[in-house]
């Protein structure tokens, strides 16, 4: 009896005509030995495009986790950025330094189970004040908060957190996510790189093992690069993403623990300790760039 390939995606024989990456795995190359399926995401609006939900985009992802056995739940609504999130995102993790104290504010009121947050900026400079309340203007506007006002003569944020779970899950650390994401698209564009993207997605072993993936690129077609996002607490999760590297076999240097406001110093020490490679919000590009 012929063995059927089943589609990962539409569950379906391959070749059905209606999805986009089994349909077009079975066509034939080009003359010239080049896949002319996979669409050009060089050109794209990273900020406001729904392109990296097509499975032609991910589908060399997939299949490198295939490989080993691996099978992939694609959450494709963490690729879309036709949204705010990563507009968000991007402004909070290139300017944590002064931000981070709303972001900060913002969970430490959300886990008490309020809804207001007051934040005094009267001992903040003249920048520092311009840059939170440009912020804090973005949020509302992006309907992040319900409400915003600031009181000028007394250099005071008021602030009506929203309640959607989407939302509060964002302060809570999936900013960093987008961030870290965003960033990796922009570099990856702006050098004209083959890539394949997932973000947010769940993977299970074959013994049934499942884990969450915050971001995974694999550049060049061929060399995959894993990063695990923190934005708080991270120590207590070390050896289970050292476990997690050996397990997938992926070289230390492509298995990134990046954590917003670790030093460099604490990067290289942590590096040096561990079986695994950890960087900050500031630094991971540079150590990618290296990877190629």
Not at 55 to 73: G, N, R, S, T
Not at 110 to 135: C, D, P, R, W
Not at 204 to 233: A, R, W
């Amino acid at each position: 009896m012929q063995n059927t390939m089943i589609c990962p995606f539409c569950q379906q024989p391959k070749g059905n005509p209606r999805c986009g990456f089994c349909h077009n795995e079975t066509q034939k190359p080009s003359p010239d030995g080049k896949d002319i399926s996979h669409p050009s995401l060089h050109d794209i609006d990273i900020h406001h495009t729904s392109a990296l939900t097509e499975p032609q985009q991910y589908a060399p992802l997939i299949q490198w986790f295939q490989h080993k056995h691996i099978q992939v739940k694609v959450n494709q609504k963490a690729l879309d950025t036709t949204g705010f999130f990563d507009e968000v995102a991007m402004k909070l993790g290139e300017h944590y330094a002064i931000l981070h104290e709303v972001t900060d504010k913002i969970t430490h009121i959300q886990k008490k189970g309020y809804l207001n947050v007051k934040l005094i900026l009267s001992k903040k400079s003249q920048q520092e004040i311009q840059s939170i309340t440009a912020f804090c203007q973005k949020l509302y506007d992006y309907s992040f908060v319900a409400k915003y006002y600031y009181q000028k003569k007394e250099k005071i944020v008021h602030l009506l957190l929203q309640t959607a779970t989407v939302i509060v899950n964002f302060f809570n650390g999936e900013w960093m996510e987008w961030f870290v994401f965003m960033k990796l698209l922009e570099f990856c564009q702006e050098r004209r790189l083959e890539y394949s993207c997932l973000r947010n997605f769940l993977i299970t072993f074959p013994n049934g093992d499942s884990h969450e993936v915050d971001v995974f690129f694999l550049l060049k077609g061929q060399i995959p690069l894993f990063i695990e996002c923190k934005s708080g607490e991270f120590r207590q999760d070390i050896d289970k993403y050292a476990t997690l590297r050996k397990r997938l076999q992926i070289e230390k240097t492509h298995f990134l623990l990046c954590t917003v406001g670790l030093t460099q110093k604490q990067s290289q020490g942590l590096t040096s300790m561990y079986d695994l490679t950890f960087v900050n919000e500031q630094n991971f590009l540079g150590h990618v760039e290296q990877l190629l």
